[in-house]
């Protein structure tokens, strides 16, 4: 499967809402480790918004889809993470742009403009232990793929295993940004709570390609 219309993609927002709700008080456990324990409940009003709003929506095109959904984020969770999910699906929509289908170099394109979108809003660098140490690989990954001109199916969990393996090297790292940066040294062996919901993006992405791919 090369590519996938946009009423199509409605769909995904089902499954990061649904994630997000199930994984709810596991985040909020992982983020009070370090931080104030308010990732879950963000995270689950912010996908709750963005599908339904999405759902909402009359033939969007995937840009103006993307945008909508950042729209819906940014108002549900006004919160620092929120934010830069808000920022990530905006600036991801704006790369679409008029895109009529969704294929691998546009998923690429969307998940280069969304790292790099949350980067500059979160003053984050790559090893700073913050979501962008996920949301690189991820778009690395994607870019990659749409060079071998891979399917879209074989391109998501190339990008879902890259996310696995950059969470995992977190876990080496240091905090050096919000509350988990005031506690420095205990932050090593955790891995990060915002490059979590950057998997947890990945991984359904992978799994609705895969579920699109099966028909």
Same mark, same amino acid.
């Given at each position: 499967?090369?590519?996938?219309?946009?009423?199509?993609?409605?769909?995904?927002?089902?499954?990061?809402?649904?994630?997000?709700?199930?994984?709810?008080?596991?985040?909020?456990?992982?983020?009070?480790?370090?931080?104030?324990?308010?990732?879950?409940?963000?995270?689950?009003?912010?996908?709750?918004?963005?599908?339904?709003?999405?759902?909402?929506?009359?033939?969007?095109?995937?840009?103006?889809?993307?945008? %909508?959904?950042?729209?819906?984020?940014?108002?549900?969770?006004?919160?620092?993470?929120?934010?830069?999910?808000?920022?990530?699906?905006?600036?991801?929509?704006?790369?679409?742009?008029?895109?009529?289908?969704?294929?691998?170099?546009?998923?690429?394109?969307?998940?280069?403009?969304?790292?790099?979108?949350?980067?500059?809003?979160?003053?984050?660098?790559?090893?700073?232990?913050?979501?962008?140490?996920?949301?690189?690989?991820?778009? %690395?990954?994607?870019?990659?793929?749409? #060079?071998?001109?891979?399917?879209?199916?074989?391109?998501?969990?190339?990008?879902?295993?890259?996310?696995?393996?950059?969470? #995992?090297?977190?876990?080496?790292?240091?905090?050096?940004?919000?509350?988990?940066?005031?506690?420095?040294?205990?932050?090593?062996?955790?891995?990060?709570?915002?490059?979590?919901?950057?998997?947890?993006?990945? #991984?359904?992405?992978?799994?609705?390609?895969?579920?699109?791919?099966?028909?």
């Amino acid at each position: 499967m090369k590519s996938i219309e946009p009423a199509l993609v409605v769909g995904l927002f089902d499954r990061f809402a649904n994630r997000f709700e199930a994984e709810r008080d596991a985040l909020i456990a992982l983020d009070g480790k370090v931080g104030d324990s308010d990732l879950g409940l963000t995270m689950s009003k912010a996908f709750i918004a963005a599908r339904d709003k999405v759902h909402e929506l009359d033939q969007p095109g995937l840009g103006d889809l993307m945008k %909508q959904a950042g729209a819906a984020i940014s108002k549900a969770a006004p919160s620092t993470m929120g934010t830069l999910m808000a920022t990530g699906f905006l600036r991801g929509g704006k790369a679409l742009g008029e895109a009529e289908t969704l294929d691998v170099s546009g998923l690429a394109a969307f998940w280069r403009a969304y790292a790099d979108g949350v980067a500059m809003r979160g003053k984050a660098q790559l090893g700073d232990k913050t979501v962008l140490d996920v949301l690189d690989p991820i778009a %690395q990954a994607f870019e990659a793929q749409a #060079e071998t001109g891979a399917e879209l199916d074989v391109a998501g969990q190339e990008a879902a295993k890259a996310a696995a393996d950059a969470l #995992e090297a977190t876990k080496k790292m240091v905090a050096q940004h919000g509350k988990a940066a005031a506690f420095q040294e205990k932050t090593l062996g955790l891995q990060d709570a915002g490059g979590t919901v950057a998997c947890m993006l990945a #991984e359904e992405l992978s799994l609705f390609l895969n579920e699109k791919a099966a028909g």
